[in-house]
């Protein structure tokens, strides 16, 4: 099939990559040419496992075509997708002003028919808007049929989560746009959640807050398990053994970041006010996100009294490992706290030096985390990366000036930290 996709960030760009993999050939429509032409030549605009190697093959099968021209990319198409942003708005709304302007584009453009598909996680009811506009928009003598597709791809396992996901849930409502679809994702084998349109819509941010929901609960019995003298992680393991929980995302830490969670919290509790349904369950979950940021400062404080002129490594910038993404990362709040009561940052992360240093200033990057450490009064690591695994502590105890570090993501065993000489503190533990 010829398909092509609107907007080249992480959804646009790896589920385009893939499906021209699978021999299709796909378009991806951007607005700045000095990308379309980097991406033409494989240079692609973010760090993420193995997508690079696939964007050049596929680009070099000529598969894979980047632009900047709505034509002949849209009437080529029997399939486009919409992957574009739907930032936050003042009020905590999801913005859709990019996905509504792109269908209008993308409306005057089609020519037979064609099934549009919005990719971009938007709340319920946009399908409606943007049916709207493409049946204004398009020509006389075209058809065009709307899916909503949403997508749950992870940074970091982006390219085997779209080949390998947990299901594909597509929100359709014409037998003749969902034999398409579901022809052009035969390759990829996972259950299919047929519904409509709302559904669809509701699915995405059900499921993302629901998973934040486990972050904030797992964080929530690690800030009680400190009082109580347990063991978080014990705790969580034995939570999660029963299958009716389950134990992924239920590892505590700095709180939940990046590009997604935060704002598709925040979207859900403001479509749920807006449909008279006060989501306080949901407001929780992003309070206790909030205390787990200022959980690891007041950490620092109680640690090193007042924090004037301290020297503080930071070990990992990024809002997870397997990623340069700064979006709502922990490390940006935790920082920024630091600094405000006077503390003096090092830092470094394997990949996010350059995009931390776009939105953290004042702050000394180091170019690996035995400098980061040099004469640091407390070292913070917020970011799980495996390097960080396999650090040699007594050579950091050696670099440090004193020994107490705070583990946000418990990647050591605090006996052994302990025996080593470290004051150590895990995350409810
Ligand atoms: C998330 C979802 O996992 C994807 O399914 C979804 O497609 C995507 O949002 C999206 O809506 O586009 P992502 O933001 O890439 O994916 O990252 P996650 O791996 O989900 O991690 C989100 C945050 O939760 C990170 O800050 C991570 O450190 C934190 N986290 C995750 C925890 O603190 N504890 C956990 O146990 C798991």
């Not at 007041?298 to 930071?314: C, M, P, Q």
């Not at 990992?316 to 709040?333: H, S, V």
């Amino acid at each position: 099939m010829t398909i092509t996709f609107v907007g080249h960030g992480y959804v646009g760009l790896v589920t385009a990559t893939v499906f021209a993999d699978f021999g299709n050939k796909v378009y991806v429509i951007g607005h700045t040419k000095e990308k379309i032409d980097n991406l033409n030549r494989g240079i692609i605009p973010i760090y993420e496992p193995g997508l690079s190697e696939l964007v050049k093959k596929n680009v070099d099968a000529k598969r894979l075509i980047f632009t900047l021209d709505y034509n002949p990319s849209i009437s080529e198409s029997d399939v486009v997708f919409i992957a574009v942003g739907t930032p936050t708005t003042k009020t905590g709304d999801a913005d859709l002003s990019i996905v509504l302007g792109v269908a209008e584009k993308i409306g005057q453009n089609l020519k037979g028919y064609t099934v549009v598909a919005t990719k971009s996680t938007v709340p319920a009811g946009t399908n409606k808007k943007v049916q709207r506009i493409l049946d204004e928009s398009k020509p006389q003598g075209t058809e065009v049929d709307y899916a909503s597709i949403p997508e749950f791809l992870r940074e970091g396992s982006a390219i085997s989560d779209t080949t390998n996901p947990d299901r594909i849930v597509i929100g359709i409502d014409c037998k003749r746009a969902q034999d398409l679809l579901i022809k052009l994702h035969e390759p990829i084998k996972a259950p299919l959640v047929l519904t409509n349109f709302e559904t669809a819509e509701l699915i995405k941010y059900a499921s993302n807050a629901f998973l934040a929901l486990k972050i904030s609960y797992a964080n929530a019995i690690a800030k009680l398990s400190e009082s109580l003298g347990a063991d978080a992680l014990k705790v969580l393991e034995g939570v999660g053994a029963d299958k009716r929980i389950g134990n992924k995302f239920l590892s505590p830490g700095p709180g939940y970041g990046g590009s997604c969670f935060p704002k598709d919290v925040r979207a859900l509790i403001s479509i749920a006010k807006d449909n008279d349904y006060p989501f306080s369950l949901l407001e929780e979950v992003e309070n206790i996100n909030h205390q787990s940021r200022r959980d690891i400062v007041r950490k620092a404080r109680k640690t090193l009294g007042d924090l004037r002129n301290k020297k503080i490594g930071i070990l990992g910038l990024a809002f997870k490992a397997n990623t340069d993404d700064m979006r709502d990362a922990p490390a940006i709040d935790i920082i920024n706290l630091l600094q405000n009561d006077g503390a003096k940052i090092s830092a470094f992360d394997p990949k996010s030096m350059d995009t931390a240093a776009a939105v953290l200033k004042g702050v000394d990057y180091k170019k690996d985390a035995y400098e980061a450490v040099r004469d640091a009064d407390l070292v913070i690591v917020l970011t799980e990366w495996n390097e960080f695994r396999e650090l040699d502590f007594s050579k950091i105890k050696g670099l440090m000036k004193s020994t107490n570090i705070i583990d946000g993501r418990n990647l050591y065993d605090p006996e052994q930290m302990k025996a080593n000489g470290f004051n150590y503190m895990g995350i409810g533990r």
